[in-house]
């Protein structure tokens, strides 16, 4: 039996920031899943890619997250992800294993020190402590590069498989059956969403 886990998120989103200790949580519980890790890059610098304070504060009441005041200070900035997800890209193609890592380096950075990560520059830190080697084509903050770009389309082409186009979203892909998990339920409880991936797993045995 083939199982995966598909986790559409965006380094920029704050939900997917309260999602990802849920996907840590399956990778040390449960190694034998697949996890993929698929870049939406929604956030694209326009008016409507901004974060609202009353966002924030329901992400803060439903998960045990924090966000630094340098984040929260840059709210009214438009939040712009396409180097992320060009870089996160390339990582979950060429160096799967620190993909996830990556990710939450990230995600650090951003939530936890309000860096914006638009630049080469604002992520070289990162790329450096975990000897990661990107081309320069893929530290580019002006467009997807083409391996994003069919990503985001294989997002699309998911999300009209399962009726929605929130972010994040958690699939659990047990051989040909794909199932939408309600990570909401658990935010402040990885170790009963581990519970129900385990259930879904054995009913599919």
């Known amino acids: 039996m083939s199982t995966e886990l598909f986790f559409i998120y965006d380094t920029h989103c704050p939900w997917s920031y309260a999602a990802t200790p849920l996907v840590e949580a399956v990778q040390s519980a449960l190694p034998e899943v697949n996890i993929n890790l698929w870049h939406s890059a ?21 998960a045990d997250i924090s966000f630094s ?46 860096n ?3 630049d080469a520059t604002s992520v070289d830190n990162i790329i450096a402590q975990l000897k990661l080697s990107p081309s320069s084509k893929v530290l580019k903050a002006d467009k997807l590069t083409s391996d994003a770009e069919a990503q985001v389309h294989e997002i699309f082409a998911l999300q009209e498989i399962i009726a929605t186009e929130a972010i994040p979203a958690l699939l659990l892909a047990i051989d040909d059956r794909l199932i ?25 045995a």
Not at 185 to 200: C, G, M, Q, R, T
């Open 69 to 114: 005041h340098q984040y929260l200070d840059s709210l009214s900035q438009a939040k712009d992800s396409t180097l992320c997800a060009n870089l996160m890209t390339w990582a979950a193609n060429k160096s799967p294993k620190q993909a996830f890592s990556l990710l939450k380096s990230l995600q650090e950075a951003h939530f936890g020190t309000g």
């Open 180 to 204: 939408l998990l309600n990570h909401n339920f658990y935010l402040n409880d990885p170790s009963a969403f581990i519970d129900a991936v385990k259930l879904e797993i054995t009913q599919s």
């Open 116 to 118: 914006e990560l638009v």
């Open 42 to 62: 929604h956030f694209c610098g326009e008016n409507e890619s901004k974060i609202s304070k009353s966002q924030i504060t329901t992400v803060k009441s439903l």
